[in-house]
């Protein structure tokens, strides 16, 4: 996609992306897997995977260039996975899926999940592959206008595994909410996990089974 995408820069595009969310903006960069975007506010970095489709924006729909440069830089080849290091510990908004895109900071990066904490959910974990974008705050924002003393760096409750696989195996027999609790079999102690299927059990002690390729965000009540 890079080459094709690559003519657009400094161009307004509008993209479709999974789920049918639409994004427009001026394109500023293209990476190995990841395009950022700069929509008349915000620096959006997108992974290219989640992109259905994309075309130049109408002239009346064109969007101003930024400023400055993109609030996070890029050193030699810009990718996804470098640029969640490189926000590790800056305010974020996180858009996995839905209506609630998650607000807080990068803690940890391991091989296909990060750790994020956010002052509504606390430490989450969330799939690497479901990030549908990030965007940094501003130096001057904080999330919900909290005072920094509300969001101290807290380590993970946890010990992290190197994989989303791993680190669910760590958690069986623990009462976890996947993908934000959206649905009722989204709440449950994990009882078993095999094969990528995770055995849960509900309130009322019903036991269902979930693909763990389908689990966007997971973390403890």
């Known amino acids: 996609m890079s ?3 690559q003519p657009f820069i400094g161009e307004t595009i509008t993209i479709e992306l ?3 969310k639409i994004v427009k903006g001026v394109l500023l960069e293209v990476g190995s897997d990841i395009v950022v975007l700069y ?3 915000d ?4 992974p ?7 075309s130049k924006s109408d002239k009346e729909d064109s969007v101003s ?6 609030s996070i830089n890029s050193e030699n080849e810009l ?3 470098k640029t969640l290091n490189a926000a590790r510990g800056r305010f974020a908004e996180i858009y996995t899926t839905g209506n609630q895109p998650l607000h807080g900071y990068i803690t940890s990066v391991m091989n296909n999940y990060f750790v994020f904490y956010s002052p509504v959910y606390k430490t989450m974990l969330i799939a690497i592959q479901h990030v549908k974008w990030l965007i940094p705050y501003t130096d001057q924002q904080t999330p919900y206008a909290l005072d920094q003393q509300k969001l101290p760096v807290n380590p993970a409750p946890f010990t992290l595994g190197r994989t989303y696989e791993v680190q669910i195996e760590k958690l ?3 009462l976890v909410i996947f993908n934000i609790g959206d649905t009722f079999h989204h709440i449950g102690k994990i009882n078993r996990f095999e094969d990528n299927i995770i055995e849960l059990v509900t309130a009322r002690e019903e036991k269902c089974y979930l693909n763990m390729h389908h689990i966007k965000t997971m973390h403890l009540p």
Do not use: D, T
Not at 43 to 46: K, R, T
Not at 48 to 54: A, L
């Open 3 to 5: 080459k094709l995408i």
């Open 18 to 20: 999974s789920g049918k």
């Open 39 to 41: 929509n008349g506010e």
């Open 43 to 46: 620096f959006l970095y997108i």
């Open 48 to 54: 290219s995977v989640h992109i259905q489709y994309f």
């Open 65 to 70: 260039s930024p400023p400055g440069a993109p």
């Open 79 to 81: 990718s996804f996975r």
């Open 172 to 174: 069986v027999g623990e």
